[in-house]
């Protein structure tokens, strides 16, 4: 199972929206509405920002928003701020041999 | 407050095993799915491995199928990962991580702070 698609970089300057593509196939994020987005900020582990395609656990600021069309899931981060800047990575259940896989992950930088 | 302390990590020659734990609290440890995901030096996250919340169920990935086992001891509140025939690309950051509901598998919602594991001669 090859891991999902992800630009390595994207920037914006505070207070712009960014979007992150996440792209599989109809094996994984197309097939299944499983896919989860995580922040890592140097140093540090994960933290959950989006499940279920769309969904914010709680505490996440609603200026994450999630969206999927086909095979590509999409992180839109509102009103960038400079506590953004961090790694994301985005995952998804999938039907292959090895159930979950995760996307090589984007550098977010604000400018 | 969930915390997750991972242990076991350290140095290991090729071909050599290692058991990381990890002692969970501060919720109903025996309710939810835990996984394994690791993070070598300087790469991205690779999801390792998963169990059920009984226990009844685990998942691999291709990459350490029939070479590590997941486990879990709910009296203990402690998941396990015993990895066997390390090789140098297993050397990595291994996090434990808790998942968000009663019901999923997959949504890795707290984790700990990782143990690193370095498989070299």
């Known amino acids: 199972q090859s891991a999902l698609t992800q630009p390595a970089s994207v920037s914006g300057s505070p207070g712009q929206s960014i979007t992150i593509s996440c792209t599989g196939t109809?094996?994984?994020?197309?097939?299944?509405?499983?896919v989860s987005w995580y922040q890592q900020h140097p140093g540090k582990a994960p933290k959950l920002m989006i499940y279920?395609?769309?969904n914010r656990p709680s505490g996440v600021p609603d200026r994450f928003s999630g969206s999927k069309s086909a095979n590509t899931a999409s992180l839109t981060i509102s009103g960038l701020q400079a506590e953004d800047e961090a790694d994301y990575y985005c995952?998804?259940?999938?039907?292959?041999?090895?159930?979950?896989?995760f996307g090589t992950g984007t550098k977010v930088t604000v400018l | 407050e969930v915390q997750l302390l991972e242990s076991g990590g350290g140095l290991v020659q090729p071909g050599g095993s290692l058991r990381l734990s990890c002692a969970a609290s501060?919720?109903?440890?025996?309710?939810?799915?835990m996984s394994w995901v690791r993070q070598a030096p300087g790469k991205g996250l690779e999801w390792v491995s998963a169990?059920?919340?009984?226990?009844?169920?685990?998942y691999y990935a291709d990459s350490v199928k029939g070479r590590f086992t997941i486990s879990r001891d709910n009296s203990k509140n402690t998941l396990y990962l015993q990895m066997n025939s390390l090789r140098a690309e297993d050397t990595a950051e291994f996090y434990c991580?808790?998942?968000?509901?009663?019901?999923?598998?997959?949504?890795?919602?707290?984790w700990g702070q990782g143990a690193l594991v370095t498989v070299s001669s």
């Open positions: 169990i059920s919340a009984s226990g009844g169920r685990t």
């Open positions: 501060g919720f109903t440890f025996s309710s939810y799915a």
């Open positions: 279920d395609v769309s």
């Open positions: 991580a808790k998942d968000l509901t009663t019901v999923t598998i997959g949504y890795f919602h707290y």
């Open positions: 109809s094996s994984d994020v197309g097939g299944y509405n499983y």
């Open positions: 995952s998804s259940y999938t039907s292959s041999s090895t159930p979950y896989v």
